[in-house]
């Protein structure tokens, strides 16, 4: 069993971003990454703050505009606005969950798709299914960079994606449809999700549910990626997957935390080093 080590891999990408920053700065280009945050929602808080540091270490300029919970959905838009029209910002990120009474689809689209570093306006979500180049969200983007430097080939396989929600599932099985692989996704109607989960040459799970796949749900030698990130009662973080268990049974698995996560904010840095280029090319 191979550990698929995210925080290693994501330390190579950032030192390479690191010198792609430079060479930007040379040409008096500093690239320029905007934060919308709205609300006190802990998790968001630590991954903005994450988020933020990144960008530090590898030399982008970021700004978070915190929000709150009460906030009036044409003050988001108009900073959003504000943040399309400036040309220091070069990327642009909404965290999510929003409020309530918040229309997400209506702030997502208001974001411009050549600072859409997350992927998740219509347009680039659109150009991903069409196998166009556009912006990937980050953590399907992390997972095929992930396959990829450990040489893991899709083609042909069976995979099998646990959740289906619009910033991981269903653009992660746009990407492995675009490389040829058989997808099946799975959701809270799936009837019997084992019976999908044990086919599967390769599973993704992404739901938030502490130990949902265990070993007897897993075939030998099956490729587990978990995307899940849970805080048990003791503080400690876990994944979706029972890692004891189905790492006896798996020839890979990424760990929680260590795996994915790391790679996410890796693939939001190259998203914004891609915006950059995109949005001061003459």
Same mark, same amino acid.
């Given at each position: 069993?191979?550990? !698929?080590?995210?925080?290693?891999?994501?330390?190579? *990408?950032?030192?390479?971003?690191?010198?792609? %920053?430079? !060479? /930007?700065?040379?040409?008096?280009?500093?690239?320029?990454?905007?934060?919308?945050? #709205?609300?006190?929602?802990?998790?968001?808080?630590?991954?903005?703050?994450?988020?933020?540091?990144?960008?530090?270490?590898?030399?982008?300029?970021?700004? %978070?505009?915190?929000?709150?919970?009460?906030?009036?959905?044409?003050?988001? !838009? @108009?900073?959003?606005?504000?943040? +399309?029209? +400036?040309? @220091?910002?070069?990327?642009? !990120?909404?965290?999510?969950?929003?409020?309530?009474?918040? +229309?997400?689809?209506?702030?997502?689209?208001?974001?411009?798709?050549?600072?859409?570093?997350?992927?998740?306006?219509?347009?680039?979500?659109?150009?991903?299914?069409?196998?166009?180049?556009?912006?990937?969200?980050?953590?399907?983007?992390?997972?095929?960079?992930?396959?990829?430097?450990?040489?893991?080939?899709?083609?042909?396989?069976?995979?099998?994606?646990?959740?289906?929600?619009? #910033?991981?599932?269903?653009?992660?099985?746009?990407?492995?449809? +675009?490389?040829?692989?058989?997808?099946?996704?799975?959701? *809270?109607?799936?009837?019997?999700?084992?019976?999908?989960?044990?086919?599967?040459? *390769? %599973?993704?799970?992404?739901?938030?549910?502490?130990?949902? *796949?265990?070993?007897?749900?897993?075939?030998?030698?099956? #490729?587990?990626?978990?995307?899940?990130? @849970?805080? /048990?009662?003791?503080?400690?973080?876990?994944?979706?997957?029972?890692?004891?268990?189905?790492?006896?049974?798996?020839?890979?698995?990424?760990? %929680?935390?260590?795996?994915?996560?790391?790679?996410?904010?890796?693939? /939001?840095?190259?998203?914004?080093?891609?915006?950059?280029?995109?949005?001061?090319?003459?």
């Amino acid at each position: 069993m191979i550990v !698929l080590n995210g925080k290693e891999l994501a330390k190579k *990408i950032q030192a390479k971003i690191k010198e792609d %920053v430079k !060479l /930007l700065k040379k040409a008096s280009i500093t690239p320029g990454l905007a934060v919308i945050m #709205i609300g006190d929602d802990p998790a968001s808080q630590v991954y903005v703050a994450k988020k933020a540091k990144a960008c530090k270490e590898v030399g982008i300029y970021s700004v %978070v505009h915190e929000m709150p919970e009460n906030i009036k959905e044409e003050t988001i !838009l @108009n900073t959003i606005k504000l943040m +399309n029209e +400036n040309q @220091n910002i070069n990327g642009i !990120l909404v965290q999510l969950p929003l409020p309530e009474h918040i +229309n997400q689809t209506k702030i997502l689209e208001a974001i411009d798709p050549k600072k859409d570093v997350d992927g998740f306006h219509p347009y680039n979500m659109g150009r991903l299914f069409l196998d166009l180049d556009s912006f990937v969200p980050c953590t399907p983007l992390g997972v095929m960079k992930i396959f990829e430097e450990y040489g893991i080939d899709v083609k042909g396989k069976d995979v099998c994606i646990v959740g289906a929600s619009n #910033i991981v599932g269903k653009p992660m099985a746009a990407l492995l449809l +675009n490389e040829f692989a058989t997808v099946d996704v799975c959701h *809270i109607y799936t009837k019997d999700l084992s019976e999908h989960t044990k086919r599967a040459d *390769i %599973v993704i799970v992404a739901v938030g549910k502490a130990g949902l *796949i265990t070993k007897d749900m897993v075939k030998d030698d099956a #490729i587990v990626i978990d995307i899940g990130i @849970n805080r /048990l009662e003791n503080g400690k973080l876990t994944g979706d997957v029972e890692y004891e268990g189905v790492s006896r049974k798996c020839s890979y698995i990424t760990p %929680v935390p260590g795996g994915v996560g790391p790679m996410t904010i890796a693939m /939001l840095l190259s998203n914004t080093i891609k915006a950059t280029k995109l949005t001061t090319s003459k």
